[in-house]
């Protein structure tokens, strides 16, 4: 069971959209990418307990501007239903309903986590440079990247939204930033 804690929302998110953040508040990441500058501190902390086991820890989704959401959202939903599928998870958008066709659920455009700059998918990276699950253990290391999400995330300020993406977390509480954040980046 992946853990899960209420998300607090950042003081200085009040009043800003969903997926319209500006610059200011978006830090760049290793390798590349963006996240809510005091989430990109807990990433940042994550991915060094990570390389201290040997783990290339990397992401394969980080900020999402609107227009991405909804290209993402487009790319896997359709308003019509799969009539492949028995069971279809649906969204409400645009004032239609919108099935599931393809790929992992995502969250309606404007609802995403994502666009706080808050979430991010998390990989591993292979020494040959292959991206895999979080959930793969590599050759020769004693866990796989998840084992090691699980130690550190609720340690650094992640947490999970959905039992079915443990590859999907959120910095919880970025206003108030655990002391190992402090110890292992500085003040």
């Known amino acids: 069971m992946l853990p899960t804690r209420r998300i607090v929302m950042p003081a200085d998110l009040a009043g800003v959209k969903n997926g319209e953040l ?48 909804e290209e993402l959202f487009k790319a896997r939903m359709r308003p019509f239903p799969d009539a492949k599928r028995e ?44 991206v895999v699950s979080i959930s793969n253990k590599p050759k020769a290391e004693r866990r796989s990247g998840l084992e090691c999400l699980l130690e550190w995330g609720p340690k650094l300020g992640w947490t999970w939204e959905l039992q079915v993406e443990p590859w999907h977390i959120v910095a919880h509480r970025v206003d108030r930033e655990p002391a190992l954040v402090k110890e292992i980046l500085g003040a």
């Not at 590349?32 to 290339?56: D, M, N, P, V």
């Not at 279809?88 to 609802?111: C, E, I, K, S």
């Open 87 to 130: 069971k279809q998870v649906t969204r409400r958008w645009n004032g239609q309903t919108w099935y599931l066709h393809f790929g992992a659920p995502v969250a309606t455009p404007g609802t995403s986590n994502h666009g706080f700059g808050l979430a991010i998918d998390a990989a591993l990276k292979l020494k040959s440079d292959e």
């Open 22 to 69: 500006p610059n200011k508040l978006l830090t760049h990441i290793q390798p590349s990418g963006r996240l809510h500058h005091k989430a990109s501190r807990a990433w940042a902390a994550l991915q060094i307990k990570a390389l201290e086991e040997r783990l290339s820890l990397v992401h394969v989704g980080d900020y999402r501007p609107l227009a991405q959401q």
